[in-house]
């Protein structure tokens, strides 16, 4: 607990070097947008698919055997998106973090090159997903060990992309080398997503303050004025903060099979964002092995 607030400092901090990377290469928040209009689409398809076809009529309106079938593809096709474009956004951060800039056709091919590996990854964290989602609809316990396994999963998992875009394994070998790189720091990892959390949360308020302006004007037009950019701007900082998050997945990356900080990276500290724990290499948080 002592540890706590250095470490969401910290984690403030490299959220903040992420920005000056994103700022860098602007292309970088094209990604989550894609990301964004895709899982609407597929969310779209799927409802509809599902309501023409899957229900039964009546007043209960159950679902039928194909309704759920739509439902399991709906999970697995958004698994997919945002893997997809998630993998393309670990390609561009990483050839910005080393100066370059790739062009969304490059960074597209990369993720092209690599979808027989992320397909499968999709699968499994669809499914996981649905697991969660199923606890999720029990009582208090069921919800309880839901929220656990949602939280040892994001962190477990929080690797997993780069790790399948920049050293090609497969989608259960780099799990395991996920959890390896983050073995140890779970603190450090659940802090440093939290300090991104809390980014994200800062970044909101003034759209949350115009819808509440907006609101208390008592003016129809007002109300839906002040909702429209709100609302808006509420997006446009989810956008960027995936992007954020995208960028420092990557970072953590390079430093966790490196030990050496990207440039850009240079004055942040990465190495506490692992834990102070030192493998036989004396970089923290991982070793050779």
């Known amino acids: 607990m002592l540890n706590a607030v250095p470490r969401i400092k910290n984690s403030w901090e490299l959220a903040k ?3 000056s990377v994103l700022r860098s290469d602007k292309a970088l928040a094209v990604f989550p947008f894609l990301s964004a209009l895709a899982g609407l689409l597929v969310v779209g398809v799927v409802a509809g698919l599902t309501a023409a076809t899957g229900v039964n009529g009546g007043s209960n309106g159950s679902l039928k055997a194909i309704g759920y079938v739509f439902i399991v ?3 697995i096709a958004m698994a997919l998106v945002t893997t997809y474009f ?4 670990v390609h561009a951060a990483n050839e910005a973090l080393e100066g370059r800039r790739a062009d969304l056709a490059d960074c597209f091919a990369a993720a092209n090159q690599r979808l027989p590996r992320l397909l499968p990854w999709a699968i499994v964290q669809a499914s996981v997903s649905m697991v969660i989602q199923a606890l999720e609809s029990q009582r208090f316990v069921g919800q309880l060990v839901a929220a656990l396994i ?3 999963w994001a962190v477990l998992t929080f690797l997993t992309v780069p790790i399948i875009m920049l050293e090609d394994l497969g989608p259960i070998n780099a799990l395991k080398r996920s959890g390896q790189l983050l073995r140890g720091t779970w ?3 659940l802090s440093a997503q939290f300090g991104f959390g809390l980014f994200g949360l800062v970044a909101v308020l003034p759209g949350i303050l115009v819808i509440a302006i907006g609101a208390s004007s008592g003016s ?3 109300i839906v004025v002040a909702a429209a950019i709100g609302v808006a701007w509420i997006v446009v900082v989810s956008l960027v903060v995936s992007a954020l998050s995208g960028v420092y997945r990557t970072a953590l990356y390079r430093f966790a099979v490196d030990g050496t900080s990207p440039p850009a ?3 942040a500290d990465l190495a506490n964002a692992l834990g ?4 036989p290499s004396g970089f923290a948080g991982f070793s050779n092995n």
């Not at 998630?86 to 956004?89: D, F, Q, S, V």
């Not at 102070?276 to 493998?279: E, L, Q």
Request: without cysteine; neutral net charge; glycine residues 20%.
């Open 17 to 19: 070097v992420s920005w």
């Open 73 to 75: 593809v709906g999970y």
């Open 86 to 89: 998630l993998a393309a956004l």
């Open 150 to 152: 949602g939280t040892a």
């Open 187 to 189: 603190g450090e990892n």
């Open 220 to 222: 129809t037009v007002g």
């Open 265 to 267: 990276f240079a004055d």
């Open 276 to 279: 102070p724990r030192r493998g």
